[in-house]
């Protein structure tokens, strides 16, 4: 009863409003106090508790999307990530319908993010967890993209709707020229692959400036918003773009 979700926003670059969060894990210690992912997530997946805590994430991001579906957000999407161990699970698709028929949720409101590293790790079993979860009407994304090795001939097989350019890239855009050229190709491939593209990490207006540039769809980064509790993440907090 110590974990908690908070909602970092994801901001539409055409009308510079949010168009939904992700929704990222905290420990309230009751003696360290909030503890990051980083601190537990390892000590999670090496004892296997990562699964009852991935559904325990996934049915509370479903509980409060259908929240903001009645507040009238019925446009929002909101992003959860599956961990490795998820994604193995063979019951996988059977949870993610069940939450969703539990809280009442349209399943395009629902985004799985999957990181590369882990799309990738065995792509034929990915492609064949990848076109179930698609089947569901959920919107999947690959989280992390260009930190991994991707075959472009598997990339292209996956019903992705989404990629996620990490932060590691767009941090120096505008000072490490290659940075910047791989922030543009993967903005060309994704475009060429009818897929949005948003940027994790932006800070700063230049940032934002050379994504909106070139053509990026979204934003995610403390210029807009930090991840805070539910309670906070109110639509008319974020100033538009």
Not at 186 to 203: C, M, N, P, T
């Amino acid at each position: 009863q110590q974990f908690s979700l908070h909602y970092q926003p994801k901001m539409d670059a055409s009308t510079g409003q949010p168009i939904g969060a992700e929704a990222l894990l905290r420990w309230e210690h009751p003696q360290q106090g909030l503890l990051m992912p980083d601190a537990f997530i390892d000590v999670a997946e090496k004892t296997g508790l990562i699964i009852p805590i991935g559904e325990w994430v996934l049915n509370e991001a479903c509980r409060q999307m259908r929240v903001w579906f009645d507040q009238g957000y019925s446009h929002w999407r909101v992003a959860v990530n599956l961990s490795a161990h998820q994604l193995r699970q063979s019951d996988l698709e059977l949870r993610v319908r069940e939450a969703l028929v539990r809280h009442r949720v349209p399943p395009a409101m629902l985004i799985l993010e999957i990181t590369e590293s882990v799309a990738m790790d065995d792509i034929e079993a990915s492609l064949r967890v990848f076109d179930l979860l698609d089947d569901i009407g959920v919107q999947l994304s690959i989280d992390d993209f260009g930190t991994g090795y991707s075959s472009l001939s598997y990339l292209k097989r996956l019903p992705l709707d989404q990629v996620k350019i990490d932060q590691s890239f767009v941090r120096d855009v505008l000072s490490d020229p290659n940075d910047a050229a791989i922030v543009r190709t993967i903005l060309a491939l994704a475009k060429s692959l009818d897929l949005q593209v948003v940027a994790e990490g932006v800070e700063t207006a230049g940032q934002l400036g050379f994504l909106r540039l070139h053509g990026c769809d979204g934003f995610q980064g403390y210029l807009f918003g930090r991840p805070v509790p539910v309670h906070e993440m109110d639509a008319h907090i974020y100033p538009a773009l």
